[in-house]
DNA sequence: CGCGGGCTTGAACGGTGTCAATCGCCGTGG
DNA sequence: CCACGGCGATTGACACCGTTCAAGCCCGCG
């Protein structure tokens, strides 16, 4: 068990400087919406955008704040969350690189419709709501793209939906496995999600309390599910884990 | 209480020809991306739609299937579902005139991610997949208007999340209003949900089992908050549901 | 008039939320 | 380097909402 003595997550300091050019043109590629752009036209998307650094906790923007920005993350794990009656956060996604969030699932409105926090350091490109709308005029490709890439996210959603008609012991299931594919790396046992989380995070994630969360993973790490700590979950036995995931 | 011994209900029977092409040119207007369109335009997408009716109960299609058409609502009211782990259908959605389904949504996927059921009579306007690509390539407008609209969409699901933090009480009073909302008629007392509505269907509707439906909605009569029959419900007192509905 | 499907109601069970107490890791300051 | 303080995690007891299983009722149709 001398294993998990101390927290085993690597705590990277992003500093805005660190999403160097190559890294910029690299994640470009990688977003959905821009796939079919020749490198010359990414060029010119990539000049449209400007890198924002975040520590983990930052808030990226805040529900109800008027909408401005189209944010494609390039390093990093942002959630976005939705308040609900009493100051209660659902968290109604957990983006990653080549994600997008901000106004994108906002066109319509005027405000954004959830807010974004980073859940790790993470570097963002920012597009203003003027140089996005000259992109989408100007390739109309990004348009048809960004349409999927909205509709997959509203399937997702989707998803989501009707998994809460499930337990929570199932939903958990979902939640780890995907955010050990997300963001997982591999140690010496089983995949370390490579991100502070606290059982009030994965609570919020599952939309549970977070005692039920920890009774569930105590029970789960007794059977050898999985190893967590302070912050920290590392996902053992994904098998036995997706058994659970409906 | 003579009021309510036989369904109150009107049996429309809905023919395909019932859709005009008055019908079909006015609801085109209402559909938010062809809002931007000139009325030459409208007509030229008009051409490309051809109508199709339904009668309450019939599958516009199943979720799985190849996704080969866009849906315009016209008339009548449909809803779309999704199959989770035992045949259990979740709803997802609540449509009315001048609301879409079909491929829109599932762009990105080759099969519809949904299924859609008209809950009364109702008549349907039909893109083939070619021909609203055709729309789309023509009228860059539309592509924009489209991703709004989807975005509506997401943020409407998204809203259904949260909302199941609720409970069934609050669901269900939600629903209801936006049912009386959609398709409500006038009575003497209260409005009339005018279409064949099972407390099953409601159940399916609110996320929850019949039996509490049930057992609420006799609460609720007993306070005169609604009234309802055997398939039927009518909104009594919408104040007095609002303070439920969160 | 009788049957059947939908509706209602009752009772028991179980999963989760709630309240509350305790433990133990980790960063801080002496 | 060690003691301390605080926050996050754990665990228990209990209440409650909603499901589940099981009768019985009643409307509306044949």
Redesign the pocket.
Known sequence: MSDR???PLY?EVIDPQHCTPEVRRQILTEVSFFSDLKPAELEAVDRRARSVGFTAGDWVYREGEPASQLFVIATGVVKTTRLSAEGMHTTTGLLGPGDFCGVLPALGFDAYQESAQALSGACLLAFGIADFNWVLGRYPSVSRAALSAVSLRLAATQDALFRIG?????RTASVLLELADKLGVRRRTGVLVQTP???????DLV?????????????W?RQGLVE?????VAVVDPDALAEFAV
Chains 1, 2 share one sequence.
């Not at 499930?166 to 199932?170: D, L, R, S």
């Open positions: 003595r101390r927290t705590i499930g337990t929570v012991e199932q989380l606290s059982r009030e995070d994965l609570a939309g549970a309390r977070t005692e039920t969360v920890s009774r569930l993973l105590s029970r790490r967590t700590g302070r912050r920290w």
